[in-house]
């Protein structure tokens, strides 16, 4: 039983960094903080993706789950859990590769709208800096 929670507790925490990865630049923009956390997350979801590699927490898990009495899986965490449910077809390598690019490419849109909004509540209409905090 406690094998088992820590394999979905893995579980959880693997699919809350999944989701932090890929949205949460807009996170940045309710915390402007938060991009010290995010970039480095970012970098490392997208260097994942691009080099094929299996991230450690994928052994983990399954390490876990094995203790449990259940059985593990032989793919990465996105390709067992994620890739059915958005890739019906499977996870090929050219679907790796187009999430390995289109991370980075959609977190500058979203670092871009960060920066804009940061330049609009930091300067006031004669344009000087200003206090005002979005």
């Not at 390490?63 to 390709?79: C, K, N, P, Q, T």
Request: proline share 7%; net charge positive; aromatic share 16%.
């Amino acid at each position: 039983m406690l094998y088992q929670l820590a394999a979905d507790g893995l579980l959880a925490i693997h699919f809350g960094f999944l989701l932090f990865v890929v949205l949460g630049g807009l996170l940045v923009l309710w915390r402007p903080w938060l991009v010290w956390v995010h970039v480095p997350a970012l970098l490392w979801g997208t260097i994942v993706s691009l080099l094929g590699w299996i991230c450690p927490l994928t052994p983990l898990e399954n390490h876990y789950r094995r203790l449990a009495g259940e059985v593990g899986y032989d793919s990465s965490f996105i390709g067992h859990y994620i890739a059915p449910v958005v890739y019906p077809g499977g996870l090929t390598r050219e679907l790796q590769l187009f999430a390995g690019f289109s991370l980075p490419l959609w977190n500058l849109l979203v670092y871009g709208l960060v920066l804009w909004r940061w330049r609009c509540w930091t300067r006031d209409p004669e344009g000087g800096r200003t206090s005002r905090q979005p």
